[in-house]
Nanobody
Framework: QVQLVESGGGLVQAGGSLRLTCAAS????????MAWFRQAPGGEREFVEA????????YYLPSVKGRFTISRDNAKNTVYLQMNNLKPEDTAVYYC?????????????????WGKGTLVNVSS
């Protein structure tokens, strides 16, 4: 049974930092492209960042460029999202997701597995 478990969310002031962690089990982690999505209250789920199977390529939402960094440790079956200079508009539930297909675009429906999410709340 595949499980993706996110952690690291919380309440932070604008300008602060958080590091999200997604621990994967039940799948051959290094065979999956991993991604982070987010969903704000009343909004649709949107792509944030993704990383290729071996970590040599990353993809990102333009609004997080220079502030968020995705990384992965295939030995630990874990993917991370380092978020710096957080803004109130980053407030959302953040989800980890896995895709077994190499791609350059990441519509939510293309992902094979999802975690349950972790809440990030950025106060102004």
């Amino acid at each position: 049974q595949v499980q993706l478990v996110e952690s690291g969310g919380g309440l932070v002031q604008a300008g602060g930092s958080l590091r999200l962690t997604c621990a994967a089990s039940g799948l051959t982690f290094s065979s999956y492209v991993m991604a982070w999505f987010r969903q704000a209250p009343g909004g649709e789920r949107e792509f944030v960042e993704a990383i290729s199977r071996c970590g040599d390529k990353t993809y990102y939402l333009p609004s997080v460029k220079g502030r968020f960094t995705i990384s992965r440790d295939n030995a630990k079956n874990t993917v991370y999202l380092q978020m710096n200079n957080l803004k109130p508009e980053d407030t959302a539930v953040y989800y980890c997701a896995a895709s077994d297909t190499d791609r350059d675009l990441f519509p939510p429906q293309a992902m094979n597995y999802w975690g349950k999410g972790t809440l990030v709340n950025v106060s102004s």
